[in-house]
């Protein structure tokens, strides 16, 4: 069964555990996800459904490459890591 992972930045923001997921595609597991913290929604998607542009998922240790439809295929035992972009730093 698939895993999804919130990294610590993201849970900041809410409270998400690790969660085992039924999924076949990113969308699938990231709506099983948002069922156990439905606050986190806003802070993965944006209006349209389509992953925020500072937001980063990575199947398998590999980044998403359907950002908008986020179909791409979840294995049966792959993470599903998902983590808010940072920048800035020093000049």
């Known amino acids: 069964m698939p895993k999804v992972t919130f990294t610590a930045n993201l849970k900041r923001h809410v409270d998400v555990p690790e969660v085992d997921v039924e999924a076949t595609t990113v969308r699938d597991a990231?709506?099983?996800?948002?069922?156990v913290a439905p606050n986190l929604r806003p802070?993965?998607?944006?209006?349209?459904?389509?992953?925020?542009r500072h937001v980063n998922v990575f199947v398998g240790g590999a980044p998403v490459v359907d950002r908008k439809g986020l179909t791409d295929a979840v294995g049966e035992d792959e993470a599903v890591y998902v983590m808010q972009a940072l920048s800035g730093g020093a000049r």
Not at 30 to 35: N, P
């Open 30 to 35: 990231l709506e099983r996800a948002f069922a």
């Open 43 to 52: 802070y993965i998607l944006d209006d349209q459904g389509r992953l925020r």
